[in-house]
């Protein structure tokens, strides 16, 4: 009988022990610099881990060439951080980058910003949508850079490259991060580019296939896709609607603003009879995708990532406690 209670008690325990987070965020500005709705989110949520953009890598001059590397305005940290790195896709398509001084090139500037601010990694992770052409050169350097950081690896993995794998190949790498967005043609009239059902599907089906373990990467941005005489020129991102309010220059619809004149506005130049049209995620499509990748996933992803943490993209979900009930059945 004691056995039978001591079982009761566990069992009651156990069913209301609150569900952890396994949210985390990517960061993706030049300067790190948390604001307090943004710490009251990660702190709401229990975030453990952030993702954050440490540098992009480009050509010039033929010559690999880091861009933009961020600097901590915000020394005191509560997460973990994960140093990404963003590489053009250029690098590996150009037979003059010597693939091991370019992994010793970015391992160290890594080790620069982490030693300037106190930070200790665990992880790194690469960022890069290769293609057919540079795939070979990539996972030579991939292989070169796992050999050389004795820790964890991860890379992104784009739709295409799950679909397509044995053609692409599977990175040498501890994990992928699947970045569930972006999937669809940016153009000045269609669907949403950043998510569309229809794609996903097609592609999703794969996914019990894919050899390598991944984490989802969910989108939480939004941004405006700026058209002139039916082409796409620019996009324009974390643009608050409310600023176009009563400007003349501007006619304002649920998700498209017209160009009335000629105008330089918010830094951009507005042709008239130019369009703005917003490409946006909802609570409602997340938890499409959430039902869509359960259903093709084999396996629960030990993490989602939502990219990214900012004020602007925030403040599109109502409810403070989402994430972390979003991903707790997940």
């Known amino acids: 009988m004691k056995k039978l209670f001591l079982l009761i008690v566990l069992f009651l325990f156990f069913s209301c022990e609150k569900k952890s987070s396994n949210a985390s965020f990517y960061y993706w500005r030049t300067q790190f610099d948390l604001s307090k709705e943004e710490n009251e989110i990660l702190q709401s949520n229990e975030v453990k881990k952030l993702y954050v953009r440490y540098f992009d890598v480009a050509l010039a001059n033929n010559q690999p060439f880091p861009l ?38 970015i391992l160290g500037l890594i080790d620069q910003i982490n030693k300037s601010n106190n930070i200790k990694d665990k992880e790194i992770q690469i960022d890069c949508d290769w293609s057919l052409q540079s795939r ?21 993995i784009r ?15 501890d994990y992928g991060v699947l970045m569930f967005y972006n999937m669809g043609q940016l153009t000045a009239n269609g669907t949403n580019s950043i998510y569309d059902k229809n794609i996903a599907v097609n592609y999703i089906y794969h996914l019990k296939n894919y050899p390598l373990k991944l984490k989802i990467a969910l989108p939480i941005f939004s941004w405006y896709v700026h058209s002139r005489d039916g082409k796409v020129i620019n996009l324009l991102s974390k643009l608050d609607k409310r600023k176009f309010e009563n400007n003349p220059c501007f006619e304002i619809s649920t998700s498209t603003i017209s160009v009335k004149k000629n105008t330089l506005f918010n830094g951009f130049f507005f042709k008239k009879n130019d369009k703005l049209r917003l490409e946006e995620i909802t609570e409602n499509d997340l938890d499409e995708m959430k039902e869509l990748l ?37």
Do not use: G, M
């Not at 997460?79 to 992994?103: G, M, T």
């Not at 990539?138 to 992104?156: A, D, G, H, P, R």
């Open 136 to 156: 070979d050169r990539y996972i030579q350097f991939l292989t070169l850079i796992k050999k050389e950081y004795k820790k964890t690896i991860s890379v992104t």
């Open 294 to 330: 359960q259903n093709k996933l084999p396996y629960k992803p030990e993490e989602i990532i939502f990219y990214d943490l900012n004020t602007k993209n925030l403040k599109n979900y109502t409810n403070e406690f989402f994430f972390k009930t979003f991903t707790a059945d997940f």
């Open 68 to 105: 933009a590397p961020i600097h901590f305005l915000d020394k005191k940290v509560n997460q973990e951080i994960i140093p990404v790195v963003f590489i053009k896709n250029e690098i590996f398509l150009s037979k003059s980058v010597d693939l091991n001084d370019l992994k010793d090139k």
């Open 159 to 173: 739709l295409h490259q799950i679909k397509y794998f044995k053609e692409t190949k599977v990175p040498p790498v």
